[in-house]
């Protein structure tokens, strides 16, 4: 079964550290991962996405992720944090053999604290 | 991507009545999708909205209980019927530009409380 797990509920962070935002996955077939960021009160949005490649992917805000075949990870990385970065976190994965299946599988979120 | 709207971004209601939440795109779709959220939690998703054709919904969900319209490829509406405090929650639409694009992109959401 697919499968998406994002292992920290909170991640704290001092402004100017750099972050890290952890998500494994497991799929049939090769994967297409996203992350997805989520300001208090507002929609969903887009940061990221894998689907073929350079396993290094640079996003919006200056967000960037890895992806790991032999580790199913795709954490999503900033080298220097702000306040503003605070926000809700959400790892999505869809199988590439999903076919007419177009369903992403979310991860539980991570909420991510940038402190001053 | 595209722009994405909801109507309206939130309610209060009384149980047992119906609520329609409209989603209009400002350009054609091929797919649209309706999910549930809890404050500060996952993503649920409720259904794919076919146009022209019915919904398919997933595990847990029901047409009669959320029915779900596509008449064309820019707007689709979820009505949450017979409300009770258990569906308060945000309710989200999303969209994928076309095939190959694989990037859902959502709506600012609906924010609905049961009384």
């Known amino acids: 079964a697919q499968s998406v797990a994002q292992p920290e509920d909170q991640v704290n962070v001092a402004e100017g550290n750099p972050l890290t935002v952890k998500c494994t996955y497991s799929?049939?077939?090769?994967?297409?991962l996203f992350w997805y960021v989520q300001y208090p009160n507002r929609g969903l949005q887009f940061l990221l996405k894998?689907?073929?490649?350079d396993n290094l992917v640079k996003g919006s805000y200056g967000f960037e992720a890895e992806f790991n075949k032999s580790q199913t990870s795709f954490h999503l990385k900033k080298p220097s944090a702000l306040v503003s970065d605070s926000a809700l976190y959400f790892c999505?994965?869809?199988?590439?053999?999903?076919?007419?299946?177009?369903?992403?599988?979310w991860g539980l979120g991570t909420s991510l604290a940038v402190n001053p | 991507s595209a722009v994405i709207s909801q109507k309206p971004s939130r309610d209060i209601c009384q149980r047992g009545t119906s609520l329609t939440i409209q989603c209009q795109v400002d350009?054609?779709?091929?797919?649209m999708f309706w999910y549930r959220q809890q404050p500060g939690q996952s993503l649920t998703l409720i259904a794919t909205?076919?146009?022209?054709?019915?919904?398919?919904?997933e595990s847990g969900f029901v047409i009669d209980k959320f029915p779900i319209s596509r008449p064309n490829l820019t707007f689709s509406t979820l009505t949450v019927s017979n409300m009770s405090p258990e569906d308060s929650s945000i309710y989200l639409c999303?969209?994928?530009?076309?095939?190959?694009?694989?990037?859902?992109?959502f709506g600012p959401g609906t924010r609905l409380l049961v009384l």
């Open positions: 999303s969209v994928e530009m076309g095939y190959g694009q694989e990037t859902q992109y």
């Open positions: 350009s054609q779709v091929t797919m």
């Open positions: 909205a076919n146009q022209g054709s019915e919904a398919t919904y």
């Open positions: 799929v049939s077939g090769n994967p297409y």
């Open positions: 894998y689907i073929t490649g």
């Open positions: 999505a994965v869809r199988g590439l053999n999903a076919g007419n299946n177009r369903k992403l599988i």
